[in-house]
């Protein structure tokens, strides 16, 4: 939705915005944007890295593009990119395909691509996933610092507790396509308001522990085509009442850049 790569046909925007400096880029065109303004790192590499290109030309393209260089000067950028991001030998990769790396590598060249025209903001989208933990915490470790190297805005999604606790400095809880919280990283770990989010924390297993039997939220997530009346969570929170299932939160202003959406938070 963000950088509209879903077709128009098959998404309907009910409300809300996506504002970019302060500009609503909703409806925008998207051309002009994505890659330029928005980069983004996509959860499995392997699937978003043409198979018939090779690396180099693919970073090129969106330098061409956007940038409007030629392609002299497009393939030194593409190969300064690589050995950016970490590729012990960027000629050769330059010239390599997707295939012939790893994993961690094929990741480090999607990382190459979406910082390519210097966005303004990067959205990673579960970009450790795939990845074993090894190289998992190399590709953290490249994006956190690449972040403060080129003043980037990350905009990481993740359902990973420990990502979160290692790279971001505020954190957005979602559940049901909706906030529950919203409070910097320190709060949410240690004074969470919103019952989803003590529940996920709850279940974060704890390794000084090691024989205890996990936690696990009862239930499952709602489906978004049949969503419940009411508050999202209210079927499986454990501190539900009559009013949860009938009205839908408001998002409550706890404390300077502390949000929460539960009724609770009101009285009940």
């Known amino acids: 939705t963000v950088i509209g790569l879903m077709p128009s046909r098959k998404l309907h925007v009910t409300g809300g915005s996506v504002r970019l400096d302060g500009e609503d880029i909703l409806g925008r065109d998207m051309g002009a944007i994505r890659g330029r303004r928005i980069g983004m790192i996509f959860q499995n590499p392997t699937s978003h890295l043409d198979p018939v290109m090779t690396i180099g030309n693919q970073i090129r393209e969106g330098l061409s593009r956007h940038k409007g260089l030629d392609d002299r000067a497009a393939k030194a950028e593409a190969i300064a ?43 990673a989208d579960e970009p450790t996933t795939a990845l074993d933990v090894m190289i998992q915490a190399q ?81 499952a997530p709602p489906r978004l085509d049949n969503l419940p009346p009411g508050c999202r969570f209210a079927p499986r929170c454990p501190q539900v009442f009559d009013r949860c299932h009938s009205e839908a939160p408001k998002l409550h202003r706890l404390s300077a850049g502390h949000l929460a959406s539960c009724h609770l938070l009101d009285g009940g």
């Open 81 to 123: 990119l690589l050995t950016q991001v970490g590729f012990p030998d960027p000629p050769r990769a330059f010239a390599s395909y997707a295939h012939q790396y790893s994993g961690g590598m094929r990741q480090r060249a999607m990382i190459a691509m979406a910082l390519a025209c210097n966005p303004q903001v990067v959205v």
């Open 139 to 219: 590709i953290l470790e490249l994006l956190d610092d690449l972040r403060h190297k080129l003043g980037l805005s990350v905009v990481l999604v993740t359902h990973d507790l420990g990502v979160v606790a290692e790279v971001c400095d505020t954190v957005l809880v979602m559940y049901g396509g909706v906030t529950a919280e919203y409070a910097d990283v320190d709060t949410i770990f240690n004074d969470p308001q919103h019952p989803y989010t003590q529940q996920l924390l709850r279940a974060f297993p704890d390794l000084s522990r090691p024989t205890e039997r996990l936690i696990s939220i009862p239930g």
